[in-house]
């Protein structure tokens, strides 16, 4: 009861006394009945085309804000979060004062997903971790791994001239195409030779994503994963599965541990890489698609002690959110064109293409930053370059801008989008030249 009644307010009380106010709590609820009502508003229909995405996204982010301020409380349940977007407050939590702040327990269907991996690990276990992993990322790697990733975009595109043929033209729903596509990179990346092996441990995990997000639409219930229910034994089979094709894979890797990654990409493709103008043109429009739609939209962390943030003073305990959707469509960063796709904004490099240096966090910040940055960038980068060699695009009349959340921005009802073949280079591909 005391949990349940007199924390909450007396934790309403503290931030009140210091300005901050937010939804009232009620009672083991918290505001889960307004929160959840917002949300499915916010999500029945598509929204009209505009990058402003934030109302529907964070919709009670957005919601609340107008009324109490960009740093409120909200209250999920009896847990209580602050939400942070004023990027100096960023910068002390993810790096300045870093030590104070600890992850979040991941949410249990995501701890299920990933195992005992580097995103939801702690302390020592995590510093261990990210030692061993660090040198696969190291960008002299990463360029090694160049004509890995084209070759797979490659295949991709030759797949899709394949099926553009007959009419010179074909529609494509690329958000299934391009998990594919990451999927084998990042196979590749990590099990090298034995690559078909990595393909299947993937998978095996899309179908215990599939089995988490239906249990993600369903209420949350403590201890729910516990139950023999058809699902859950289901789950515990394929995890099962996937450790044990893991460890086999694993042993092989120690046992060929001098063995090279292969990649027979053609080596003019790399020239594309080369020329420093493209590269630019294509950094800057990678980072304002990342900007306008940051796969990651928030983070958390939580005060492992008494801290104090800026001139608050957050107790032990407190959650804090940091809405990183909202703090790349800030108008007070980033300038009354937040909402528009304007890639020149980064022509300076990323400290000078907003007010605040620290604006741009699609990655996260500090210590915990991702470690598949470089990769995920040089995927993007390498995709989209070859795709322009070969292809121009734009969406197709059946899309519908729809972005929504489920662990991960994603379009809701998928991403078609229309492909018609550069007639040149199919000529002179066609005449051998
Ligand atoms: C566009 C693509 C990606 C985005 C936007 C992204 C975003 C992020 C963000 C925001 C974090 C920090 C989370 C936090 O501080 O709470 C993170 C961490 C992480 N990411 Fe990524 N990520 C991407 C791709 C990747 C890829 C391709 C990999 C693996 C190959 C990867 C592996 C990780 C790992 C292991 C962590 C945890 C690092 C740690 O806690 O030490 N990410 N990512």
Not at 93 to 114: G, V, W
Request: hydrophobic share 40%; proline share 6%; charged share 25%.
């Amino acid at each position: 009861m005391a949990l349940l009644w007199w924390r909450p307010r007396k934790i309403e009380h503290h931030f009140s006394k210091q300005g901050i106010r937010g939804p009232p709590y009620r009672f083991f609820i918290g505001n889960a009945k307004e929160l959840v009502g917002l949300m499915l508003k916010a999500s029945s229909q598509p929204m009209p085309f505009s990058h402003n995405i934030l109302p529907r996204v964070l919709s009670f982010y957005h919601h609340w804000k107008k009324i109490y301020g960009a740093t409120f409380l909200v209250w999920f349940g009896p847990t209580v979060r602050l939400t942070v977007a004023d990027p100096d407050l960023i910068r002390e939590i993810f790096t300045s004062k870093s030590e104070f702040y600890e992850k979040n327990e991941a949410h249990p269907l995501i701890r299920q997903l990933e195992g005992d991996g580097l995103l939801s690990l702690k302390g020592e276990k995590w510093a261990h971790r990210r030692k061993i992993i660090t040198p696969t990322f190291h960008m002299e790697n990463l360029r090694m791994l160049i004509p890995v990733v084209a070759t797979s975009v490659t295949e991709m595109l030759d797949k899709w001239m394949e099926m553009s043929s007959d009419s010179g033209e074909v529609e494509i729903e690329v958000s299934e195409w391009f998990q594919t596509l990451t999927e084998d990179v990042i196979t590749k990346t990590a099990f090298g030779s034995s690559y078909q092996e990595g393909k299947a441990i993937f998978r095996l995990q899309a179908q215990q994503m599939d089995l988490a997000a239906e249990a993600f639409q369903k209420v949350f219930i403590p201890g729910y994963r516990f139950f023999p229910t058809r699902r859950n034994m289901n789950s515990w089979k394929l995890d099962k599965e996937i450790k044990k094709s893991l460890m086999k894979l694993i042993q092989r890797r120690k046992e060929n541990s001098g063995e090279e990654m292969s990649g027979n990409c053609p080596k003019d493709l790399l020239g594309l890489m080369i020329q420093a103008s493209m590269k630019e043109m294509l950094s800057m429009i990678v980072n304002e698609s990342l900007r306008l739609y940051p796969p990651a939209i928030a983070t958390i962390r939580r005060a492992k002690v008494d801290v104090e943030l800026g001139t608050y003073k957050i107790p032990r305990g407190t959650e804090l959110l940091i809405p990183i959707l909202a703090v790349h469509h800030d108008q007070a960063i980033w300038g009354n064109d937040a909402n528009d796709f304007n890639p020149a904004r980064f022509s300076e490099g990323v400290a000078r293409a907003a007010k605040h240096p620290l604006a741009f966090i699609p990655f996260g910040l500090g210590v915990r930053t991702c470690i598949g940055q470089n990769l995920a960038i040089l995927q993007a980068k390498l995709a989209l370059a070859i795709t322009l060699q070969r292809f121009t695009f734009q969406l197709a009349p059946t899309y519908q801008h729809a972005p929504t959340v489920l662990m991960l921005l994603y379009p809701q009802y998928g991403a078609p989008i229309v492909f018609k073949r550069l007639s040149d280079r199919v000529d002179s591909q066609d005449q051998g030249s």
